[in-house]
């Protein structure tokens, strides 16, 4: 299984980005999908995970209301809409993927497969 996350880039405070993240080796709908991020001097962090198919998706806090993970089967790709990015939010963001389990998964230890990192920087 192989992961290929793109989309980072600048953005203004209040804007938005489309972070995107194919998965090639295996039916994409056995797995469940999450987006960690880490910023510079920081631990990684759960941003957003999604189960049974794309079906249910769960958010940190910190990005409830603002993000929105999503899924498209045919793509064999999921997808991170994040509006009203605000400076805190810049990091490199990485997706992440593990054999759906019917639960959502926070830990970052629990994924298998891994895309490379994609930089999101929110500044004026």
């Known amino acids: 299984v192989q992961l290929q996350a793109s989309g980072g880039g600048l953005v203004q405070p209040g804007g938005s980005l489309r972070l995107s993240c194919a998965l090639s080796?295996?039916?994409?709908?056995?797995?469940?999908m999450a987006w960690f991020r880490q910023a510079a001097g920081k631990e990684r962090e759960f941003v957003a995970a999604n189960r049974w198919s794309g079906r249910s998706t769960y958010y940190a806090d910190s990005v409830k209301g603002r993000f929105t993970l999503s899924s498209d089967i045919a793509k064999n790709t999921a997808y991170l809409q994040m509006d009203s990015l605000q400076p805190e939010d810049t990091a490199d963001y990485y997706c992440?993927?593990?054999?759906?389990?019917?639960?959502?998964?926070?830990?970052?230890?629990?994924?298998?497969?891994w895309g490379q990192g994609t930089q999101v920087t929110v500044s004026s």
């Open positions: 080796g295996d039916t994409f709908t056995n797995y469940g």
């Open positions: 992440a993927a593990r054999l759906d389990a019917g639960v959502f998964e926070t830990s970052d230890g629990r994924y298998d497969y």
